[in-house]
């Protein structure tokens, strides 16, 4: 498993994003966890970091194709297809260059199994994204949004509103240092919302800590992220992914 994420940390040595190490390891593992019983979607690609996450996941796992959606109106579009031939991912990836709210029909009638949030970051275009792409999400399919902590009012907004407040979300976690994940059920448990809730203060505790982050020594920061990571490895492997 670590040489396959040495793998992957080579490939994204090179490409431009704002996704952490942690980030890009949890979509990487949940692609492989897919079981086949629907498609990879992401929405907003950018130049492809998170979008060979999950390529180079899903490689790992059961092939299952990816769909990248992303306008490119500006930049980004061909350092995006350099960079996925360069990851030897671009054949499992389609590229959808429409916007999200238009791009339902070029993923067909397929259910999706792994979706991630990552497009236009205005509140009614994240809940837009919710409401057309979570229906398609199969129960036991996992829902990953990023930037869903200040300074990103909108995506934090529909994440905590929709998350992790919700009802239809188990193995509800926060992943330094935006990211939410959840996996969709018909109605979760209790205990799910307890975790769910203590996912939303780890995260409120993290944006409180943002301002005086530069103040906070490195080794402080270091164990901070690494008992995030064992949160959200200890939550990936109760759910099958390894
Ligand atoms: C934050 S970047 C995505 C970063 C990328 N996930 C990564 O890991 O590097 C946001 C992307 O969303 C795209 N975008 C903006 N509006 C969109 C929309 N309506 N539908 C899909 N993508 C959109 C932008 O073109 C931009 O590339």
């Known amino acids: 498993m670590t040489n396959d994420l040495e793998g992957l940390h080579r490939d994204l ?3 431009g994003g704002w996704l952490t190490e942690e980030e890009g390891d949890t979509l990487y593992r949940l692609a492989r966890a897919c079981t086949g019983r629907g498609v990879i979607v ?3 690609s950018f130049k492809g970091r998170s979008t ?3 390529a180079r996941g899903s490689q790992a796992g059961r092939n299952l194709p990816v769909y990248a959606i992303d306008p490119h ?3 980004g579009y ?3 297809k350099r960079n996925l031939a360069e990851a030897g991912v671009e054949d499992m990836v389609t590229h959808i260059r429409q916007p999200s709210q238009e791009a339902l029909p070029a ?3 397929e259910p999706i199994e792994l979706l991630f949030i990552d497009g236009n970051h205005k509140y009614p275009m994240v809940l837009e994204d919710f409401e057309l792409f979570v229906p398609r999400l199969v129960d036991g399919g996992y829902l990953v949004m990023h930037d869903t902590t200040s300074p990103f009012p909108g995506s934090k907004r529909v994440a905590e509103e929709r998350v992790y ?3 239809r979300f188990r193995d509800v976690r926060f992943v330094f240092s935006t990211m939410t994940v959840g996996q969709k059920v018909a109605a979760n448990t209790l205990a799910d919302r307890i975790q769910a809730r203590r996912a939303l203060y780890t995260k409120k505790l993290f944006e409180l800590a943002v301002p005086v982050r530069e103040h906070i020594p490195a080794s402080l920061e ?5 008992a995030l990571r064992g949160r959200s490895r200890s939550g990936a492997s109760a759910t099958g992914a390894r």
């Open 13 to 15: 040595a090179g490409v």
């Open 42 to 44: 992401e929405i907003g």
């Open 52 to 54: 060979i996450c999950l």
């Open 73 to 75: 109106r500006g930049i």
């Open 78 to 80: 061909e350092d995006f």
């Open 107 to 109: 993923i067909g009638e």
């Open 165 to 167: 407040r919700s009802r």
């Open 222 to 226: 270091r164990l901070g992220r690494r």
